[in-house]
């Protein structure tokens, strides 16, 4: 059984920084790419950034190129979400996610029906 859990979120000024980390269990996490998405208040869960298996590649939702960088530690089974010159329309609930099934070395799942398994969300908001 899959297991992910995310930590790290939290209250936080406009142009402040935070990093989110999601913790996986269950398999063996270097055969998988993993996500992350947010879902606002009121609005669908959307794609944020993902990250190949062993690192090689990532992708990143048009609106936090640049401010957001995802990375993963495979020893440590776990892949973060490091958020800079945050604003308040990044105010979420963040979620991590991962596939059902192994990916290629390069590949990145990148909308909500790649991923199979989520975790529990949490909370970031940001104050103007």
């Known amino acids: 059984q899959v297991q992910l859990v995310e930590s790290g979120g939290g209250l936080v000024q406009a142009g402040g920084s935070l990093r989110l980390s999601c913790a996986a269990s269950?398999?063996?996490?270097?055969?998988?790419?993993m996500g992350w998405f947010r879902q606002a208040s009121g609005k669908e869960r959307e794609f944020v950034a993902a990250?190949?298996?062993?690192?090689?590649?990532?992708y990143y939702a048009d609106s936090v190129k640049g401010r957001f960088t995802i990375s993963r530690d495979n020893a440590k089974n776990t892949v973060y979400l490091q958020m800079n010159s945050l604003k308040p329309e990044d105010t979420a609930i963040y979620y991590c996610?991962?596939?059902?099934?192994?990916?290629?070395?390069?590949?990145?799942?990148?909308?909500?029906?790649?991923?199979?398994?989520w975790g529990q969300g949490t909370q970031v908001t940001v104050s103007s």
């Open positions: 996610a991962a596939p059902a099934r192994t990916t290629a070395i390069w590949d990145i799942p990148k909308t909500k029906s790649d991923y199979a398994y």
């Open positions: 269950g398999r063996t996490f270097s055969s998988y790419a």
């Open positions: 990250i190949s298996r062993i690192g090689l590649s990532t």
